[in-house]
């Protein structure tokens, strides 16, 4: 079992000012087994609101993979990159469900898209993004990084680089990185910290393997957490609780 304040053990103080969260497509399907579960998006967006309130700016890059992935389509015959503006699309659709939640709890947001779709979201513009920021709007980046062959994963590196996060979140439905799957294996090994370079080499499924490089290249650490555990993020956002840190070794 992980133990909890797995690196500089607790404080009521934010770590960080400004972070990323990544949450995958699948995290907001709740219950079922497609599509968009709206009071678990809303659940979502109360922890998000918790770290506001801390005062720490929050970045978010919302996947697509409840509604479409790219591969899927591929492999049932689409083209590849066709089937991947079609993911990318996904995660708008998320993006909007995510600043509808925020926006109900009266959190000003902006959805930001790679690929510019002016009567629906916000360009890319970093300096805007950043006076977003500045004044406690969340920004919630959609459709990935605007290319195909790529994931969110990746996206939420190049963000949080770009955005200059002090740190990127994952939010997972477990406490964070294990040398195996803890739902089927009890005696999975859980990592409180573990090195880029060990998650590539042993292959274990943190984030995609460009996301883990471009999080080395720049330094940027990934803290692997359970979005399941209620004030989960808020406490890890503090260093407080069980959460796994990717960084240099
Ligand atoms: N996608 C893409 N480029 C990106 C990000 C996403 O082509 O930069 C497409 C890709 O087809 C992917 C889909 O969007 O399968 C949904 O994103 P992802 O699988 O990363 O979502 P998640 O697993 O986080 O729900």
Do not use: W
Request: charged share 20%.
């Amino acid at each position: 079992m992980p133990t909890e304040g797995s690196v500089d053990g607790g404080s009521s103080s934010p770590k960080y000012t400004r972070v990323l969260l990544k949450i995958s497509g699948e995290a907001l399907m709740g219950p079922q087994n497609y599509g968009l579960h709206p009071p678990t998006v809303e659940r979502i967006a109360e922890e998000v609101q918790k770290v506001i309130d801390l005062g720490v700016q929050v970045c978010m890059v919302i996947g697509g993979g409840n509604i479409f992935r790219g591969l899927q389509g591929s492999a049932q015959g689409m083209e590849r990159t066709t089937a991947d503006y079609m993911g990318m699309l996904a995660t708008v659709m998320n993006a909007l469900a995510m600043q509808s939640a925020l926006e109900k709890q009266g959190i000003h947001t902006r959805v930001i898209s790679a690929i510019p779709m002016d009567q629906v979201c916000e360009p890319y513009i970093r300096r805007r993004a950043v006076r977003h920021l500045e004044n406690g709007r969340v920004c919630v980046f959609a459709a990935g990084t605007g290319n195909a062959y790529f994931t969110s994963d990746t996206a939420a590196s190049l963000r949080a680089a770009d955005m200059s996060c002090q740190a990127s979140f994952k939010g997972t439905q477990v406490q964070g990185v294990y040398d195996s799957d803890p739902k089927t294996n009890p005696d999975a090994q859980f990592y409180p910290h573990i090195s880029y370079d060990e998650v590539l080499q042993k292959n274990l499924r943190v984030m995609d393997a460009s996301a883990i490089a471009l999080a080395r290249e720049n330094g940027l650490p990934i803290v692997v957490f359970s979005l399941d555990e209620p004030n989960g993020l808020a406490g890890v956002v503090r260093g407080e609780g069980v959460f796994t840190m990717v960084s240099h070794g």
